[in-house]
């Protein structure tokens, strides 16, 4: 598991972090202190690009779900992009798509969820 | 806190708890999709193994925590449940593609349902958590195990051994989950759980209904009540002991063991011998009323729990009796199966009712009661060595296994006696109230996704295999090479006509000159009616010819092929011959072959109906004047003789119509929905010689050359349209000439202009529904045989307009009338039947390859401006 982090362009207030691999045990250990540490420290919120994730563990589905949560507790967002259609079934089958907040593209989230930046 | 808000609390804690397990699971199961099957068997192959390596702590608690039952065989058990589920599920495929199929273009996926809760029974808990967990792993789902009260700690025990196995193979957490303390409110709550896939219950009827009415999908069981049925053929120590091998299995607790043994009356000394020489004890009268009062509650009528999955001993102690120590098995004389007979129900212990049966009928009829008083559907023992009594039993008898020669107990669940699939889940069918009979296992668990390939229909080319041709093909066939069929008896078929032109006459000298014994039938009129071809059938059968030869136009051939086949097969009726169907190769009423009496030759006068190469023949029903055109490659005749000199006589009139059939034949197989590369071709020569030579055949019949190209566009025509079928032109012409007696080749002209304008129409109207024909082209088509004809067709539209305009003409060249009004139809006759005829236009057979799918509106239109 590889994450790139850069600043989300449609809003200079979130960042985006490029998850790629899986997201299994391992790739959760390896993305949960960058992921939690973004959604701690950024000003509006977090984006997880999804695009390079082809497998989701348990492990890995409950990093997404704390990061969410903890993102909502601090007053902020988090939005998944480019969902793979295998992950997104899973998230669909867990009833999380509609918690996650899930779009196409950075443009697209950035305008859903802060829509007055 | 009051009773009504104790129970509140109670409900609010089994929702949470159920929320609770559910949401674990489901997260499990969403994540196990992702799996493949690698790694899925990884994991199956990880739990199996812990779980056999458990078998012996878990058999030791399961006897402990339910107090029934015997250790070793529930270590037996935990390795059923282990080794053989495992060695029957190991190699199925349960991930991605499951098979391609490249007959039938489907490829089937595997699905897996998602979360499943495993109800657990008391007599089997540890060995059917093992089954239940191994199945779910198998198929990608995730399980909660909920088990029964008095089995909880080793069937939670058993859960977490597979568990912990699965998660350090690599499943993903939560994937079995289990009740800690299970309760009645939690059941329900489970059960009803929006977010659960299925339920797979096992256990007493009472839980398996609540399953079922619960709303989630459910796979039950039923209760068993298993007769044995000893037969005079069998082999009386093997039948014995193989009951008491299954009967004393485990105490009895199997709901597949044996309940009740059914003897041929006449090994009934040898068989009761047997058994008590193997430690069953016959009961006195007095000793079976007592043990039914202990073994039977005579108020629930069911059996007593005290005495489920124990010994024989304690059994008869419960019930006062004294045995000896060796006792395996307490046997009571049974007379009639219900309620006044408590013995006769399910008994899960060392307990069997003894039944005499003096026949083979009567062992049928016992067992069927037995089976239909609490056992319907779930599993039946026969022990026999006789092919006849094995079929009457498994013919007459409802269960989801019929075991042969083998315990009942180990047959049933599987894999140990015979090839039945090994289960702890015996599904019994309707008969159990159940949805399977199946013993349920790994494919049970899975949904299969059918990926349909657009299949193209496999299309024909099928004509006569013998077609002779030119001026003077008549005199050569019939003069020489007619011996060559080696023929005694001929019947020609024909008309008044080709007596009266002497045609007739010829054609049966040359038969008998090849030494045949020849009769004719002149009676064929036009639009032969069933009557007419009764009359040919009758002196058929008396004659017994081995020939037929058909001569004239195309009322005697169709004529003929319709008296062929009712002569080789007078057993078809005319309903079955009539009957409309979609796809010839899928009509309900199959034609049988023809040819095993007689040979059909066709030598057709006219030019033509082409019937003396098609797969059809057109019949009139006396009663109603209705035509129903009957069809099936086996009318086609043997043999086709094409001598134009035989149509020199025909009058201009005749000349014309029939001129005009051939052409609308023609079109109508090139537009057609089946037209194929082999049709084709045949159709635009037909078409192409039609053009020119109609006019010259009209306007000079003796000219010689004219009539022969006409001759062979008529046959060129027949043979398009035998595989490439026609269209609503037909369906039109076939009405219009019932209803108003017009030769049908006219009645093709007048609706041909309507008609090509209905079918190039863009888009079509509705479309034809048939995969070989993807997109509508019938005006692309109608312009290819404009340019064929080398008429202006630089677009579709314009080469549609020169096509009708190419046909008006031929119709003026050749005097034919354009309009129905010409041919003398009154108008308020056409106007009452219009309607009428509409409707019966769309049930003609000919509907179904019109390039575009008529509504009865639009035949109805055509016919208006066909007026």
Same mark, same amino acid.
């Given at each position: 598991?590889?994450?790139?982090?850069?600043?989300?362009?449609?809003?200079?207030?979130v960042v985006?972090?490029?998850?790629?691999g899986r997201l299994?045990?391992?790739g959760e250990?390896?993305?949960?202190p960058?992921?939690?540490?973004a959604v701690g420290s950024c000003?509006?919120?977090?984006?997880?690009?999804m695009a390079?994730?082809d497998?989701?563990?348990?492990?890995?589905l409950?990093l997404l779900?704390?990061?969410?949560k903890?993102?909502?507790?601090?007053?902020? @967002?988090?939005g998944l992009l %480019?969902v793979?259609?295998?992950?997104y079934?899973?998230l669909?089958?867990?009833?999380?798509?509609?918690?996650?907040?899930?779009?196409?593209?950075?443009?697209?989230?950035?305008?859903?969820?802060w829509?007055?930046a | 806190?009051?009773e009504?808000k104790k129970?509140e609390a109670g @409900?609010?804690?089994a929702?949470?708890?159920?929320?609770?397990?559910?949401?674990?699971?489901r997260?499990?199961?969403?994540?196990f999709?992702?799996?493949d099957?690698e790694?899925?068997d990884?994991?199956?192959?990880a739990?199996? @193994?812990?779980g056999c390596?458990h078998?012996?702590?878990?058999?030791?608690?399961?006897?402990?925590?339910t107090g029934?039952g015997?250790?070793?065989?529930? #270590?037996?058990?935990?390795l059923?449940a282990?080794?053989y589920i495992y060695?029957d599920?190991r190699?199925?495929?349960?991930?991605?593609l499951l098979?391609?199929d490249p007959?039938?273009g489907i490829?089937e996926f595997?699905?897996?349902?998602?979360v499943?809760l495993?109800i657990?029974p008391?007599?089997n808990?540890?060995s059917t958590?093992l089954? *239940?967990?191994?199945i779910a792993l198998?198929s990608?789902?995730?399980?909660?195990?909920?088990?029964?009260?008095n089995a909880n700690k080793?069937t939670?025990?058993?859960a977490?051994?597979i568990?912990?196995?699965?998660?350090a193979?690599?499943?993903?957490d939560?994937?079995?989950r289990?009740?800690d303390?299970?309760s009645?409110?939690? &059941?329900h709550e489970?059960?009803t759980?929006q977010g659960?896939?299925l339920?797979?219950?096992t256990g007493?009827?009472g839980l398996?209904h609540a399953a079922?009415?619960?709303?989630?999908p459910a796979?039950?069981?039923?209760?068993?009540n298993?007769?044995?049925?000893?037969?005079?053929?069998?082999?009386?120590? &093997?039948?014995?002991?193989?009951?008491?091998?299954?009967k004393t299995?485990d105490?009895?607790?199997?709901?597949?063991?044996?309940?009740a043994v059914?003897?041929?009356?006449?090994?009934? %000394?040898?068989?009761v011998a047997c058994?008590?020489?193997?430690?069953?004890?016959?009961?006195k009268?007095a000793?079976i009323?007592k043990?039914?009062?202990?073994?039977?509650d005579?108020?629930?009528?069911?059996?007593?729990?005290k005495?489920v999955?124990?010994?024989?001993?304690?059994?008869?102690e419960l !019930?006062g009796l004294?045995v000896?120590?060796?006792?395996r098995v307490?046997?009571?004389?049974?007379?009639?199966?219900?309620?006044?007979v408590?013995?006769?129900?399910?008994?899960l212990c060392?307990?069997?009712?003894?039944?005499?049966? *003096?026949t083979l009928?009567?062992?049928v009829?016992?067992?069927t009661?037995?089976?239909?008083?609490?056992?319907l559907?779930h599993?039946v023992?026969?022990? !026999?060595?006789s092919q006849?009594?094995?079929?009457k039993?498994?013919?007459?008898?409802n269960?989801?296994?019929?075991?042969?020669?083998?315990?009942?107990?180990?047959g049933?669940?599987?894999?140990?006696y015979n090839?039945?699939r090994p289960s702890? &889940?015996?599904?019994?069918?309707?008969?159990?109230q159940?949805i399977?009979t199946?013993?349920v296992s790994?494919?049970h668990?899975l949904?299969i996704?059918?990926v349909a390939r657009r299949?193209?229909n496999?299309?024909w080319f099928?004509v006569p295999?013998q077609?002779?041709?030119?001026?003077?093909?008549?005199d050569t066939f019939?003069s020489?090479?007619?011996?060559?069929?080696?023929?005694?008896?001929a019947?020609i078929v024909c008309s008044?006509?080709a007596?009266?032109?002497?045609?007739?006459?010829?054609?049966?000298r040359?038969l008998?000159?090849?030494g045949?014994?020849?009769?004719?039938f002149?009676?064929?009129?036009?639009?032969?009616t069933?009557d007419t071809?009764?009359q040919?059938?009758q002196?058929m059968?008396?004659?017994?010819p081995?020939?037929i030869?058909?001569?004239g136009?195309?009322?005697?051939i169709d004529?003929?092929?319709?008296?062929?086949?009712?002569?080789?097969h007078p057993d078809?009726?005319f309903?079955e011959m009539r009957l409309?169907?979609v796809?010839?190769r899928k009509?309900i009423?199959?034609y049988?072959?023809?040819g095993?009496r007689?040979r059909?030759?066709a #030598?057709p006068t006219?030019s033509?109906?082409?019937?003396?190469?098609?797969?059809f023949?057109v019949?009139?029903?006396t009663?109603?004047g209705?035509?129903?055109?009957?069809?099936d490659? !086996?009318?086609t005749?043997?043999i086709?003789?094409?001598?134009?000199r035989? &149509?020199?006589?025909?009058?201009?009139?005749v000349?014309v119509?029939?001129?005009?059939?051939?052409?609308?034949h023609a079109?109508?197989a090139?537009v057609?929905?089946?037209a194929?590369?082999?049709t084709d071709?045949?159709?635009? *020569?037909?078409?192409?010689?039609i053009?020119?030579?109609?006019p010259k055949?009209?306007?000079d019949?003796s000219?010689?050359?004219a009539?022969e190209?006409?001759h062979?566009a008529?046959?060129?025509?027949?043979?398009?349209?035998?595989?490439?079928l026609l269209?609503v032109?037909?369906?039109?012409?076939?009405?219009?000439?019932a209803?108003f007696?017009?030769?049908h080749g006219r009645?093709n $002209?007048?609706?041909?202009?309507p008609?090509?304008?209905?079918? $190039?129409?863009?888009?079509?109207?509705?479309?034809a529904?048939?995969p070989?024909?993807?997109?509508?082209?019938a005006?692309?088509?109608?312009?290819?045989i404009?340019?064929a004809l080398g008429?202006p067709a630089?677009?579709p539209?314009q080469?549609?307009e020169?096509?009708i305009?190419?046909?008006g003409?031929?119709?003026?060249k050749?005097?034919m009338a354009?309009?129905?009004?010409?041919?003398?139809?009154?108008?308020?006759?056409?106007?009452?039947?219009?309607?009428?005829?509409s409707n019966i236009?769309?049930d003609?057979?000919?509907?179904g390859?019109n390039?575009?799918?008529p509504l009865v509106?639009?035949l109805?239109?055509?016919?208006?401006?066909?007026?």
């Amino acid at each position: 598991m590889n994450v790139i982090q850069h600043v989300c362009p449609a809003n200079m207030n979130v960042v985006t972090l490029d998850l790629q691999g899986r997201l299994d045990a391992a790739g959760e250990a390896v993305a949960a202190p960058v992921v939690m540490k973004a959604v701690g420290s950024c000003q509006a919120g977090v984006l997880l690009d999804m695009a390079h994730v082809d497998f989701v563990s348990s492990a890995g589905l409950r990093l997404l779900v704390k990061a969410h949560k903890e993102a909502v507790a601090a007053g902020r @967002k988090l939005g998944l992009l %480019k969902v793979q259609p295998g992950v997104y079934k899973i998230l669909k089958l867990a009833a999380l798509e509609q918690a996650l907040n899930i779009f196409d593209d950075e443009t697209d989230a950035a305008k859903k969820l802060w829509p007055t930046a | 806190m009051s009773e009504t808000k104790k129970e509140e609390a109670g @409900k609010n804690d089994a929702k949470s708890m159920a929320d609770e397990l559910v949401a674990q699971a489901r997260e499990a199961a969403a994540v196990f999709t992702q799996y493949d099957q690698e790694t899925v068997d990884k994991i199956v192959y990880a739990a199996a @193994k812990a779980g056999c390596e458990h078998r012996l702590d878990l058999a030791r608690m399961a006897v402990n925590d339910t107090g029934m039952g015997v250790y070793e065989d529930k #270590v037996i058990k935990n390795l059923f449940a282990t080794e053989y589920i495992y060695n029957d599920i190991r190699d199925i495929k349960t991930v991605g593609l499951l098979r391609d199929d490249p007959a039938t273009g489907i490829m089937e996926f595997a699905e897996p349902l998602g979360v499943i809760l495993g109800i657990i029974p008391v007599t089997n808990p540890t060995s059917t958590t093992l089954f *239940k967990c191994l199945i779910a792993l198998k198929s990608r789902n995730s399980i909660i195990i909920c088990g029964s009260r008095n089995a909880n700690k080793c069937t939670i025990a058993a859960a977490k051994i597979i568990y912990e196995a699965a998660l350090a193979a690599g499943a993903p957490d939560y994937v079995i989950r289990w009740v800690d303390t299970p309760s009645r409110e939690l &059941t329900h709550e489970l059960m009803t759980h929006q977010g659960l896939s299925l339920i797979l219950a096992t256990g007493g009827m009472g839980l398996v209904h609540a399953a079922y009415s619960s709303g989630t999908p459910a796979i039950g069981v039923g209760p068993g009540n298993v007769p044995a049925f000893i037969c005079r053929s069998a082999d009386i120590e &093997t039948a014995v002991c193989g009951i008491l091998t299954s009967k004393t299995f485990d105490n009895g607790m199997i709901c597949a063991s044996e309940q009740a043994v059914v003897v041929d009356a006449a090994v009934e %000394k040898e068989v009761v011998a047997c058994f008590e020489k193997h430690g069953a004890r016959f009961l006195k009268p007095a000793e079976i009323a007592k043990l039914e009062s202990v073994v039977i509650d005579p108020d629930k009528k069911a059996m007593n729990p005290k005495v489920v999955g124990q010994p024989a001993r304690v059994v008869a102690e419960l !019930s006062g009796l004294q045995v000896p120590e060796n006792t395996r098995v307490l046997v009571a004389r049974l007379k009639g199966v219900g309620d006044d007979v408590p013995l006769s129900r399910e008994k899960l212990c060392p307990v069997l009712g003894f039944y005499v049966a *003096k026949t083979l009928d009567d062992a049928v009829n016992i067992c069927t009661d037995l089976t239909h008083f609490g056992g319907l559907g779930h599993t039946v023992s026969l022990w !026999s060595n006789s092919q006849d009594t094995i079929m009457k039993f498994s013919q007459t008898v409802n269960a989801g296994r019929i075991v042969l020669n083998s315990p009942s107990s180990q047959g049933g669940i599987g894999g140990i006696y015979n090839r039945i699939r090994p289960s702890l &889940t015996l599904g019994c069918g309707a008969g159990g109230q159940n949805i399977t009979t199946d013993n349920v296992s790994v494919p049970h668990l899975l949904n299969i996704k059918r990926v349909a390939r657009r299949m193209q229909n496999m299309k024909w080319f099928r004509v006569p295999s013998q077609v002779y041709f030119e001026a003077g093909a008549f005199d050569t066939f019939f003069s020489t090479e007619i011996k060559e069929v080696g023929s005694r008896r001929a019947m020609i078929v024909c008309s008044g006509s080709a007596v009266r032109n002497g045609v007739a006459d010829r054609l049966e000298r040359y038969l008998v000159q090849a030494g045949m014994d020849v009769r004719v039938f002149d009676g064929v009129k036009s639009d032969p009616t069933l009557d007419t071809i009764q009359q040919g059938v009758q002196i058929m059968r008396k004659f017994s010819p081995d020939l037929i030869v058909a001569l004239g136009g195309g009322s005697p051939i169709d004529a003929a092929k319709a008296m062929w086949l009712l002569y080789e097969h007078p057993d078809i009726t005319f309903e079955e011959m009539r009957l409309r169907f979609v796809d010839i190769r899928k009509r309900i009423s199959r034609y049988p072959k023809l040819g095993k009496r007689a040979r059909l030759i066709a #030598v057709p006068t006219t030019s033509g109906t082409g019937a003396e190469v098609t797969a059809f023949s057109v019949v009139t029903d006396t009663v109603t004047g209705a035509k129903y055109p009957l069809a099936d490659y !086996s009318l086609t005749p043997d043999i086709t003789i094409i001598d134009p000199r035989l &149509t020199l006589s025909m009058p201009a009139s005749v000349t014309v119509d029939t001129g005009f059939d051939a052409l609308s034949h023609a079109l109508e197989a090139y537009v057609s929905i089946m037209a194929s590369d082999y049709t084709d071709p045949l159709a635009l *020569k037909a078409i192409q010689l039609i053009f020119e030579f109609l006019p010259k055949a009209a306007a000079d019949g003796s000219d010689l050359r004219a009539r022969e190209k006409m001759h062979n566009a008529s046959t060129i025509a027949g043979l398009a349209f035998t595989n490439a079928l026609l269209g609503v032109n037909h369906c039109l012409a076939h009405i219009l000439g019932a209803t108003f007696h017009i030769p049908h080749g006219r009645a093709n $002209a007048l609706v041909m202009i309507p008609v090509i304008r209905y079918n $190039a129409q863009f888009p079509p109207h509705k479309y034809a529904a048939f995969p070989n024909y993807p997109v509508p082209r019938a005006r692309e088509r109608y312009a290819e045989i404009a340019a064929a004809l080398g008429l202006p067709a630089e677009t579709p539209e314009q080469g549609v307009e020169s096509l009708i305009a190419a046909i008006g003409e031929l119709m003026d060249k050749t005097g034919m009338a354009k309009t129905i009004r010409e041919t003398g139809v009154k108008e308020d006759d056409f106007k009452n039947k219009l309607d009428t005829m509409s409707n019966i236009a769309f049930d003609d057979q000919c509907v179904g390859t019109n390039p575009c799918y008529p509504l009865v509106e639009d035949l109805k239109a055509i016919l208006v401006k066909a007026w």
